[in-house]
């Protein structure tokens, strides 16, 4: 089924970007440069991955998968239009707790989103 191709590429978007890029980025390139690639990356990391959800929502024709992908969207959604800010700006006024809170709360939506897409495949 196509909806199931999508997922498991959106699987290994999601696990190339953890376990290859974002460590090579920080490791790599000097801090401003890391932040600005990070900065750029994520709105169309979360805009793909978001537009790539919804579409296999409605190629999918089991109503549990379609629920799971849409809430995924949604979240994709939330990530990119208020998350991303939010985080942007506790960095830009360095309020670092804050930064922190937040930027642990997208990794943790985010793998709660691979989780449900690693599910979705293999249930």
């Known amino acids: 089924m196509i909806a199931n191709d999508i ?4 699987v290994g978007i999601m696990l190339f970007f953890t376990v290859v890029v974002a460590p090579t ?6 801090m401003e440069w890391s932040g600005k690639y990070v900065r750029n990356f994520f709105p169309k990391y979360y805009a793909s991955l978001g537009l790539l959800s919804l ?8 109503l549990h998968s379609r629920t799971v992908l849409l809430v995924c969207a949604a979240l994709f959604a939330f990530l990119l239009f208020y ?10 006024k360095q309020q670092n707790k804050r930064f922190h809170w937040l930027h ?3 990794v943790l939506l ?3 989103q691979l989780a449900a897409f690693v599910y979705l ?3």
Do not use: E
């Open 7 to 10: 997922i498991a590429g959106m």
């Open 25 to 30: 980025v920080f490791k790599v390139l000097p």
């Open 55 to 62: 579409a296999a929502a409605f190629l999918d024709s089991d």
């Open 83 to 92: 998350l991303t800010r939010q985080i942007n700006a506790a960095k830009d």
């Open 104 to 106: 642990g709360l997208s």
């Open 110 to 112: 985010n793998l709660g």
């Open 121 to 123: 495949l293999v249930a």
